[in-house]
């Protein structure tokens, strides 16, 4: 598994059999690649959990319809520019953008999820987005669409056969239009992460592939930033749906940067059965593994980010008031800074696990904090175990652990130190 | 009334007829002033609200029991150490604390309100406040204590008289030790506060005059930082608290410096009568004055801050909704950075309102949004408008408007910009 330990970590993987992806520039905002579609050669069982956001985007509306039936063949991602609050106009170019990808792909455009991230409020550049399919489109003259290159459109084939032998379109040459590597994938929908982000792990006979961006504006509200997770493993719809919202649940939905909730959310996971069935318990472990990755390194390059904050709460009423607890410490700027200085400051830990002022069965008499393994209160920490706290506080990890005495609930949540350089990276981000 | 608008305004204003203060230093932590003890020359009506905090600090709860039957005489606030989480020796500190100060000022100790704020969880150093009050009372020796100096024992008159001619301790010398400048009582109780903050009002034939500190750790919840409020009028103590909770929950508590709440806050007020009977409509009025005044100064000097953000939203279904969505808009990291940017970008404040998923009856075509009276959404600025609102965010106020567009309820929140000073103010804090 890719490790989220070394924050530059370039991590190498290919996609799993039968998945490949396509990197360009449209012209959003600069040079750099803001577009990536990501295809199975054949129809994919596949499940999504989107942004609760009241100004949810054009995007994640389109994608929320199109996911209801639990198949899809292609996500397309646009960075550097969210089609958010941008009216009827962004629904017509959601709309065509995912047109334009069924084409290149060689599939039904209601089998086309469409994630999009960036500035709020500005429509995309006009023409662009026509302008570069064209282009494409006349570069691959003669060559045959990614879907219908293997077995005939897998469009029609009415989903996964597991026959575990599709035609692998992501180890073909195709004049480069296509290409394996989840990096380059996870790099084309960057937008403020410093490094683009993978995981995976196997799950018997296959394996579970996942790329992820976002470091500004998470604090996923049963949902996320976007992630769009791969597995040629055979699952049933309805059953890969569940089990992407139980993994979500501890994974993606325990990481906040800022406590802000992105208009723009979403984690999706195609199927594609290409290695037939497996497991359901070890697929399960393996999209746990990579989902958990994945928010690892999604906190830990959260914007201006220098230390990845782990916090567990045990000994809660239930694993629900323990969210909210490990929510409230992990979001607190006080206990962020604090952490940024490298000060064993409890008091505000304390101070946050107060704020949940809700929790009336919380008593402090009973509660217990620890700076990873060194507990700091009741029990106050002598004058040379705190000198060895402010060492431990500057390393890359750091893992705030509170017992509050009561029964067995328990919550892991994932966040970052508040830095000088978040307020800079967002003082200065649009203008 | 004291201006909130310039930042170091030194306000010079006497405490109503019947108070006077004390300043002086302990030794909690340097040599600048961090006691402060204020008292009225007689028994006073009293109310107060305090932080909903779990872990609210040993002075909180003395001070919730002395205040409960509607009565109290002096007020103590020490700084630099909060006394939270300090275990039963920080019981015992509070109850010395009062008991020094009953005897300082000639009453009981159950009529002493106490306040702390400071670091937490490290007690009062040992054997300082004795030796500081056992000074005092050297010092003192062959004066009248405050109270008795008048026409008796203020604490065994049962309460104001209403005859407007107690003998005004506060216009007294004394040694030295009584003072009627209420800029000196709210200097010794500011921690990390940039400047001192006084509000006052008149109130028919009295006075209505608030001090308050707190610069950080600030978003009140039914209650906030530390402030103490004093006035001449006469009313009953159930009335005196019915009004300021009605007072707090618009100006206190619509106040948010960065969503953390401290284990310290109080508001208090005394109401010693000394004016005799005030038309309540105008005492509310200038209590609203007061604090509304103190709350725009405590949301200007928010640590690093150098924009003071008033969000007003309106047209919300009711007050409580208007009041979710902009404690949201303040609160957002994303928003108070734009601000701090001088960034007109609106997308983040759509953002902010698109947090608050349970308020599914927002529809985001109906909302509007405006900078200063300059609309943003959905009727897009012009270049020459966001020209002109970058100057505008660029101000010492910045006004945030929104208009959700179902009905008639509506909600003001307090807040100020997000900077790289308050990172270094709070990365630094204790070691």
Not at 241 to 265: I, K
Not at 396 to 419: H, K, M, P, Q, R
Request: hydrophobic fraction near 45%.
């Amino acid at each position: 598994m890719t490790s989220a330990g070394a924050k530059n970590a370039a991590a190498s993987v290919n996609l799993p059999v039968g998945f490949a992806c396509h990197v360009g520039n449209i012209g959003m905002k600069d040079e750099t690649d803001d577009v990536m579609v990501l295809a199975s050669s054949r129809v994919a069982a596949t499940a999504g959990v989107f942004t609760k956001s009241l100004f949810a985007g054009a995007s994640v509306r389109l994608s929320r319809a199109n996911v209801a039936d639990g198949r899809a063949q292609a996500v397309v991602v646009v960075s550097k520019n969210a089609n958010v609050a941008t009216g009827e106009q962004g629904e017509r170019d959601a709309a065509n953008l995912a047109q334009r990808v069924a084409e290149l792909v060689g599939c039904e455009s209601d089998q086309v999820l469409v994630g999009s991230t960036g500035v709020i409020g500005v429509r995309y550049p006009e023409g662009k987005v026509d302008a570069y399919f064209d282009k494409l489109a006349a570069d691959a003259e003669g060559t045959v669409p990614a879907a219908q290159r293997a077995d005939g459109p897998m469009a029609r084939r009415g989903g996964p056969t597991g026959d575990g032998n599709v035609e692998d379109v992501s180890h073909r040459g195709g004049q480069g239009l296509w290409k394996a590597d989840a990096a380059a994938a996870a790099a084309a929908i960057m937008t403020t992460d410093t490094h683009p982000k993978t995981a995976s792990a196997a799950a018997g006979p296959g394996s579970v592939v996942g790329i992820a961006k976002g470091s500004g504006m998470i604090e996923p509200d049963m949902a996320t930033m976007i992630s769009v997770i791969t597995t040629d493993a055979e699952i049933a719809p309805d059953r890969l749906d569940a089990m992407l919202r139980r993994v979500c649940d501890v994974t993606f939905n325990a990481l906040s940067v800022d406590t802000d909730t992105s208009t723009s959310d979403m984690v999706v996971i195609l199927a594609n059965g290409a290695a037939g069935q497996v497991d359901e318990a070890e697929l399960e472990a393996a999209l746990g593994a990579v989902s958990l990755d994945l928010t690892r390194q999604l906190a830990f390059d959260g914007e201006g980010a220098e230390t990845l904050i782990v916090v567990n709460v045990n000994e809660a009423r239930d694993d629900a008031q323990a969210k909210r607890v490990a929510k409230a410490i992990v979001n607190s700027p006080l206990v962020k800074t604090a952490v940024h200085g490298c000060d064993p400051n409890w008091g505000r830990v304390a101070m946050a696990i107060g704020k949940c002022s809700d929790e009336t069965d919380i008593d402090p008499g009973r509660v217990r904090i620890r700076f990873g393994s060194q507990e700091v209160y009741p029990t106050p920490a002598t004058p040379e175990a705190l000198g060895e706290l402010e060492a431990y506080l500057a390393s890359d990890e750091v893992l705030i652990s509170v017992d509050l005495g009561i029964a067995g609930g328990a919550f892991t949540a994932y966040g970052c130190d508040l830095t000088d350089q978040y307020v800079r990276i967002n003082a200065d981000y649009t203008t």
